[in-house]
């Protein structure tokens, strides 16, 4: 992400979480997510119209939505994600929902791993991420898979990441 290298706040874990906010927000799934030169495209099933007389009218219809996100607007959802969610601290001010927190903890991952270029997609729940990896013999891909069970487990590990090492940071062993 080029705008975003360098800048303490604005990385994977914090742009993926904003933009699965907005996901929630629109009821998107089976969403499918590639980085671009100036932003993001997501694309998701919908369903629209979900109001009617009939049966089948209720039950509304689905069809694919494709979002191309550029970087301002990236930046416009970080700033409302950061006001939805209330003061930083260890407990979140309310429940997110599943992309919000799904990606939010893919984007950590990928924050670890320093790729320069990102593609996801999702299905039941299910994420593939293939990776742009640099080095010095090279770019190459690499793949990354994370079940619905890998999701929840690296969300229940989050509160251990934000929690403060209590041990000594000067190098100096801990009083007894």
Known sequence: MRIYEGSPRQDFEEVFRSIGAFVDQRGMRDVLLVEAPDGFIVQGVVVAGQAGGTW????????KETLTFLDDDIARF???????RGKPGPEPQRDAGFYETALRVIGRYMDEQKPRDVFFFEQD???????LMG??????????????????EMVARGPALRTPDPAPKSGAPAAS
């Open 56 to 63: 089948s009218e209720s039950m509304g219809s689905q069809g």
């Open 125 to 131: 729940g299910a994420f593939v991420v293939r990776l």
């Open 78 to 84: 970080m700033e409302e994600s950061v006001a939805r």
């Open 135 to 152: 080095g010095q013999t090279g770019s190459k891909h690499v793949l990354a898979e994370f079940t619905k069970e890998d999701i929840a």
